[in-house]
Structures are given as C-alpha cells and as structure tokens.
C-alpha cells in the first residue's frame, strides 16, 4: 500500500502533556473501561463521518506497556473480521518505516502485521509486541497493551524512547482514522510486595477454577500440577475438560496435591467432563449442556449449602450453542431460586466461559441474578504480576479472558482472588511454593482462577 492511496481526512489532534501526570495510569486489560476515566482522549473527531469510524482514542503509557483504548462506532470483533490496523512511528522520524513513519502494523481483524527495521521487514504475530486486547467478546470499546521490549527490533528501533506517531487505519476504505503523537513517560508502576499466595483469613474457602484442557493425567505434567495445585491450596478444585478418569480417579490422582484429600468428595458431570473436589458432598449434580450445576452441603463447617455451576461453555464460533448454554444455565439458576434453594444460600457461576463471540452470552449469566433482584457480579479478578485479567495464554489469538467467577454478592464476599500464572513471578515467591517460572506454560494454557469466599 503506497501513501498516495491514503486520504487524509480531517482529523483533529491533541497534544497532551505528560508531564503533568505524576503516577502511572493504573490501567488494567480487563475490557472494564473505568481506569480511563481520568486519562484525557488523545484524539476525538469532532463527529464519527464514516461508516466504519473511531469516535475516540486513548494512549497512557508505564515502564512496562503502552496502553492504548480505542473506543468505535459500531461493535466489532477486534481479534476476526475487521479492517482496522494500528500503525506505530517509534523511532520519532517521520521519514523512517512504511506508511506515516510506522515501524510497527498490525492488522487486527487477520492478528498478523509485521516490524520494518533498517529497510526490512519480518511479519508478527501477537507475542512480537505481547500484544494484549481486552475484551475478546465483540463490543465498540477496546483496550489494548503492547510491551516496549517485546522484540529485539523494538529496542533497537527506541521504542518507548521517542515521540510516538500513533495511526489508525481503515484498511477497507483506505482511510486514516486518526494520527496523533505521544510522548511516552516509561513511569515505574508501584510495586506491592508479594510474598504469599495464601487466604487473607484461615475461615475464607477458597474456590479454584481450572481448564485443564485434558492434560491432567499427562505423566509430564503431573508433577508441575501437584506444585501448583498445592501452592493454591484450594477448598474446592474444579477442573473442567478432565474427560479422562472418573472423579475418584481424578481425586486421587490429585490427592498429593490437596495435602492428601482425606474425606474428600469427587463429582464429575456435564458434556465437557466438570469435575468438582471438595470435602463437600453433593446434594444434587445436575449436567447443564457442556456445563454442570454442583448443590454442595458445606455444613457442618460453614452454615447451609453452596450453589455452584462449573462453566464449561462451547467454544469458539458456536455462538448459538454457547447463548443456548448460557440461557440454560441461568433458568437452572432461576429454578434454583425459586423452588429449591433456601433463601440467601450463595451461588457461584464458575469455570470456562469461553465469551468470544457477542456480549449478550455474558448479560444472560449475569441476569440468571442475585438474590436481592441485581444481577450477578462479575469478579474479573487479574494476574498477580500483569495488569491483566486474561486467563488463557493465546494462541493464534491474544491472551484472552475465557474463565470467569460470577457470584451473589449480596450473600458472598471474596477476599483475595488472582488468576495464576508462574511467569514473572517474584523468585522468593516461587521458591517458597516450589515452584518454577515456566510450570505453568509448560503444563496450561488456561490458567487457575482463584477466590476466597466469605460468607456474610
Ligand atoms: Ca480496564
Ligand atoms: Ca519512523
């Protein structure tokens, strides 16, 4: 593509001054969009004129990332199917790279685009820039994070230490969306000491919900799960995707890591293999499509039951299939409520959710609703070390947030909650653990979500 063919259409620019801004951004790529809030847009067109338009983008920056926000006029999905490309100038000359000056494209709707360095080029896939979007559903606001040292040509190339050219480009229509210029700040982001992955409160139950994808009677694996399945330490382990074994052979398979399980309970249900461990028995185990609906009897530890469904929703372009399931799911959810269980007993939606398609699936679990008539509250807890909330590694695709906890707050506090990964962890915090920077991409692709639950 060649710049002749590019028209230039009106756009207006802001200069923004950093300088005025005196601690990182705490942003977090979770697809919540309350963390910009207090970011001024970089760019605004006075109105969206085209069919395909940017009504507004956001940059900020810390010593890690550079965040973007790109705010659309219409849905989409960013990772399929659209014409819109990101084009960075890092190295601050205009005359250097391909189209505006960019040493960086990336075409979001192919999840391709390529780094020119020095007259060549190399196509990319996400993992070049540790490109992170949130959120994988479709929706017309998106936030984007993309690391400065990703790739050895975007060190080279000064990335991160020159004024940006930042394009937004409709591949489509051939027409710039927007061009503006940022000066990165590279502010550290405070760093809270981490050195425990334990409850806040030995009376909090910790759930953990994992997608072992079928590998957990990998005999390669087995010794890193055992490492990490005991530094999480959980009072409830559901695993979804565990085809193999039934749940006493999964249980004990799992017992050296869960301090040896003694009296515990083993409940394997639903299309997509949910298994649930706990020394809880089961009152009612009901398969909900790919899913599972778990009644647990937590007394006479804590009072009453725990109304718990395993989400392991169909995937990918099964869009129908997976509305279907969520739809399933929260009339259980309403029958639960209406006829069976006592009033004020907790309930937690848990598991795999797989939202990659539109946003209505997840309004439709939300909605299966709380029991003071507000919906479900989504936890969206993030990485312990990232700012973060994706749960599943990418592949093809960016890390995603495919695993969700939605509870009853009303009835239900949670005190800590993360998501596990192994990966630029503290090295006293694995060593205490046991535990190696790479366990977990050697042994997951989804990642363990935690939460302890408090019961009011
Ligand atoms: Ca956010
Ligand atoms: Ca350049």
Known sequence: ???????????????????????????????????????????????PAKPFDLTSLWV???????????????????????????????????????????????????????????GESIPIEYQALDLYIAPSTMGHSFEISISWTAHPWLKKLGFGEH??????????????????????????????????????????????????NKRHFHPDKRDVFTRIYQALDPDILLLEEAYEGSAEEILDYFRPALNGAPDWYAYKAGEE?????????????????????????????????????????PCCRADSARQAEADQIADYVRVWKDFQLKPGT???????????????????LLEAGDWDGSPLTDLCPKQLQRPMATTWRGEDFSPSRLDYILYSDSVLKIGRRFVFDTVEL?????????????????????????ADLIFK
């Open 163 to 212: 004024r940006l050219g930042v394009m937004l480009f409709d591949r489509r229509e051939k027409e710039i969306l927007c061009y503006a210029h940022y000066f990165p700040t590279r502010e550290a982001r405070p760093i809270l000491p981490l050195t425990t992955l334990d409850r806040a409160d030995p009376s909090h139950l910790r759930l953990v919900t994992h997608n072992v």
């Open 1 to 47: 593509m060649d710049v002749f063919h590019v028209f230039f259409s009106g756009c207006l620019l802001f200069f923004f001054s950093n300088q005025l801004v005196a601690t990182p951004h705490p942003i977090v790529i979770d697809g919540r969009m309350d963390d910009w809030t207090d970011i001024a847009p970089l760019f605004q067109p006075e109105r």
């Open 426 to 450: 503290p090295s006293p915090l694995l060593q205490r653990y046991q535990l190696k920077p790479d366990d977990a991409p050697r042994t997951y692709k989804h990642m363990p979500v935690v």
């Open 346 to 364: 907790p309930i937690v939606l848990a598991g795999d959710a797989n939202l990659v398609g539109p946003a209505a699936q997840l309004l439709t």
């Open 273 to 313: 293999a949910t298994v649930v461990l706990s020394p809880f028995p089961a009152i009612q185990v009901v398969p909900l499509g790919n899913s599972a609906a778990y009644l647990l009897d937590l007394r006479p530890a804590y009072e009453g039951e725990l109304a718990l469904v395993v989400l392991s929703m």
């Open 60 to 118: 900020t920056d810390d010593a890690q990332y550079l965040f973007l926000r790109i705010d659309l006029n219409q849905d989409i999905l960013l990772q399929e199917n659209n014409s819109l490309a990101l084009y960075l100038d890092i190295d601050g000359q205009g005359e250097t790279g391909d189209l505006a000056g960019a040493e960086i494209a990336f075409f979001f709707g192919d999840r391709r685009g390529y780094i020119q360095h020095d």
